[in-house]
């Protein structure tokens, strides 16, 4: 087979980019370029190494046609979808590969693993487009060894294809494919492959864009227009036909190189398929690899469009199909183009993208969002340890990474259990107790949260074991412990990082009205807190003990995780002394 000489392409030139759409164009911008995928000097280029594998900063950048040209120069709406030019993230990779018979391909392939592609998401072995053929249609050209098999010689060699369809072809009659149905099944695809190849045309625009293509790069001519009248348009492009096969990708590193030039355990298997077989199904070929926008990971974008040094923004918390994000300073004026890359490369998991513009100040811990991307709807589903939460990040508060430390609470607890939740939220422990326990008292601030709280109570069929309240929380402890309930209950979650510690006060003096000849069993208390100290739970062990008013409380502390550099959360288990229970100091509600 004749293949056209490729050139090797040198990343020594510089290809301008536009990426931003004219609503940004407001922004102070530094002076150097945005995009660093490129090198100006040859001695620059020299002085870089890049690991093994697809980069931005390699392969070719493909010409741009009039079309795309004009579009660009035109002037664009202002939408998020024109922020980044996708065009400009393809990347041309010229390699080798060799061309198998389909049936022979895996073994191949684990004979030369050490030297195929092995690039990150891109498979050994890939599909030839328009070599295929159905199985049944695969008996007509077996190849057998002796005469009685097939008709292709009396000395028991091999029967090419091509010899086969020139047989055929002989045997073709006015009466065209009635008679010579294989020869049609040959020559044109059937009605379910017409019917698939045509739905695929008609929902291309809505299927998942393709992130790569492998051609095969040949010469033009030849054979072809006599091949294409026999065997069809869909085999436009093979010279010759030897039936369904898939090409092994070789390393890079061979894209260049010719047959004699090739490690030898891949000249050792050409060698072999020579010398078996007079006409070799084995043979080199040179292909082109395109690598689209779609394929890219969200870091390698982003490291292409922010200025050099900028920390990458490759990490976000997901509330169902919503992306928070918590951007810095700097990257404000690139938040558009950050928030765009994060929902392409993570749909349709995320359909809305938002980041937080203000701290938590409100006493219903909500946060103020700004929506960048995707539609504009806060309202979302969470699914959390096998139950649904509806959530509204617009007006009440969800962490999902919280997730491992709700479930850690949750397998302390058992079915004779009594939960109290002061800070219930929309019931991520409350609900997911209620599964588990006899009896859960639930109970939040927020108006919205509590209404949320009820309406997943019913999601998830536990309404009947969750009673709610909307109240402050040292009223709902007061209320909880002054009434009848009090003996029930087993243990007390206050999930209120910021300010939970300063609630314990209002447990002083909540047994003090009890009978006194009844049998108390006192319950565990599980509070959470912040703490920037260089011992954190030495902190935060001193200020449960200044709320509780007491010298020695037995606490069993753990942190939870770090939420900002030096600012540990924390969660202290107790058990409610019964000095502090009996307390003459009562609080004053």
């Not at 291309?204 to 992130?211: A, S």
């Not at 036909?241 to 390393?251: F, I």
């Amino acid at each position: 087979m004749v293949t056209t000489k490729l050139l090797h392409l040198k990343p020594n030139y510089l290809l301008p980019l536009t990426i931003f759409s004219p609503k940004l164009s407001s922004f102070s911008l530094p002076k150097r370029p945005i995009l660093s995928l490129f090198w100006s000097t040859q001695a620059e280029t020299k002085s870089q190494t890049f690991s093994y594998g697809p980069s931005l900063n390699k392969g070719k950048i493909p010409p741009k046609t009039p079309f795309q040209t004009q579009k660009q120069d035109a002037h664009q709406p202002e939408e998020e979808e024109n922020l980044i030019d996708e065009e400009n993230f393809t990347r041309i990779f010229h390699l080798a590969a060799l061309r198998v018979p389909s049936n022979d391909c895996f073994a191949l392939e684990n004979r030369l693993r050490g030297h195929l592609l092995n690039w990150p998401r891109i498979k050994n072995i890939a599909r030839v487009p328009g070599d295929e053929i159905e199985e049944e249609i695969m008996t007509l050209f077996d190849k057998g060894k002796d005469g009685e098999e097939n008709d292709g010689g009396s000395d028991g060699e091999f029967e090419s294809l091509v010899l086969y369809r020139e047989k055929l072809v002989k045997e073709f009659n006015y009466m065209g494919f009635v008679k010579f149905k294989n020869l049609a099944k040959i020559s044109r695809p059937g009605k379910r492959k017409r019917k698939e190849k045509k739905g695929d045309e008609e929902s291309k625009g809505n299927g998942r864009k393709e992130f790569c293509v492998v051609e095969v790069v040949e010469e033009e001519g030849g054979d072809e227009e006599e091949m294409k009248g026999l065997l069809g348009e869909e085999f436009k492009g093979q010279r010759i036909w030897k039936g369904s096969t898939r090409l092994l990708l070789l390393d890079e590193r061979y894209g260049d190189k010719g047959s004699e030039e090739l490690p030898q355990a891949i000249k050792a298997v050409l060698a072999e398929e020579t010398k078996e077989n007079r006409s070799s199904t084995i043979e080199l070929v040179r292909c082109k690899l395109t690598l689209f926008y779609d394929y890219w990971q969200m870091t390698e974008i982003l490291e292409a469009l922010l200025p050099e040094g900028m920390i990458i923004p490759s990490a976000f918390e997901t509330v169902g199909h919503i992306a928070h994000l918590n951007l810095r300073d700097e990257h404000l004026p690139y938040k558009n183009v950050i928030a765009k890359v994060v929902l392409d490369k993570n749909r349709p998991k995320i359909q809305t993208v938002v980041n937080k513009i203000d701290a938590i100040h409100n006493d219903y811990r909500t946060m103020q969002l700004e929506v960048l991307a995707g539609n504009c709807s806060l309202v979302t589903t969470v699914v959390e340890n096998g139950l649904r939460f509806h959530v509204d990040l617009a007006t009440v508060y969800w962490n999902s990474r919280l997730a491992t430390e709700r479930q850690r609470l949750l397998s302390g607890f058992n079915h004779k259990d009594v939960i109290c939740d002061v800070f219930s939220g929309v019931g991520p422990i409350a609900i997911s107790a209620a599964k588990i326990v006899k009896r859960v008292y639930a109970n939040d601030l927020n108006p919205f949260a509590v209404e949320y709280l009820e309406r997943n109570g019913v999601l998830n069929k536990v309404e009947r074991k969750i009673k709610v309240f909307n109240m402050d929380g040292r009223r709902f402890i007061n209320a909880m412990f002054s009434s009848e309930k009090a003996h029930s209950i087993t243990h007390v979650v206050l999930n209120l990082p910021k300010d939970a510690a300063e609630f314990l006060v209002a447990f002083r003096g909540v047994y003090r009205d009890q009978p006194s000849d009844k049998e108390f069993s006192f319950p565990m208390i599980h509070v959470y807190g912040f703490s920037k100290a260089r011992d954190p739970e030495f902190d935060f062990h001193e200020r449960i003990r200044i709320a509780l008013q007491e010298v020695a409380v037995n606490v069993d502390m753990r942190r939870v995780r770090l939420v900002a550099p030096g600012k540990w959360m924390l969660c202290a288990s107790f058990i409610l002394p019964e000095s502090v229970a009996f307390a003459e100091c009562r609080l004053n509600m």
